[in-house]
């Protein structure tokens, strides 16, 4: 069964960090790009960065360039989000989600929120001012 499993959510002040992880099981990142989405209450979905499959290229939301990084550990068959310089408008619930592509660009940060081959079950942060 192909399913992620995403951990590390949690309360923080402004201007801290947290990192998500994000593990996969059943399959494994080859050929898969991977990536981050995230739903505020009263938004919609909300891509936050991707991953292409080659891990060569990395896409952001305008709204967290510069303080989140992805990355992947292909030995752990886990795709993390590093979060930096958190902002009160970053308290969502975060979602992992893998689409079965080779394709790179910017359009797997939507792709990713709708698309999906494999979903996460979301977890929570919460940043306080």
């Known amino acids: 069964e192909v399913q992620l499993q995403a951990s590390g959510g949690g309360l923080v002040q402004a201007g801290g960090s947290l990192t998500l992880s994000c593990a996969a099981s059943?399959?494994?990142?080859?050929?898969?790009?991977t990536g981050w989405v995230r739903r505020a209450p009263g938004n919609e979905r909300e891509g936050v960065s991707a991953?292409?499959?080659?891990?060569?290229?990395?896409y952001y939301a305008d709204s967290v360039k510069g303080r989140f990084t992805i990355f992947t550990d292909h030995a752990k068959n886990t795709v993390y989000l590093r979060m930096n310089n958190l902002r009160p408008d970053d308290t969502a619930v975060y979602y992992c989600?893998?689409?079965?592509?080779?394709?790179?660009?910017?359009?797997?940060?939507?792709?990713?929120?709708?698309?999906?081959?494999?979903w996460g079950q979301g977890t929570q942060v919460t940043v306080s001012s």
């Open positions: 059943g399959f494994t990142f080859d050929g898969y790009a």
């Open positions: 989600a893998a689409l079965r592509t080779r394709t790179n660009g910017a359009w797997l940060l939507r792709a990713l929120g709708y698309e999906h081959d494999a």
């Open positions: 991953l292409s499959s080659t891990d060569e290229g990395t």
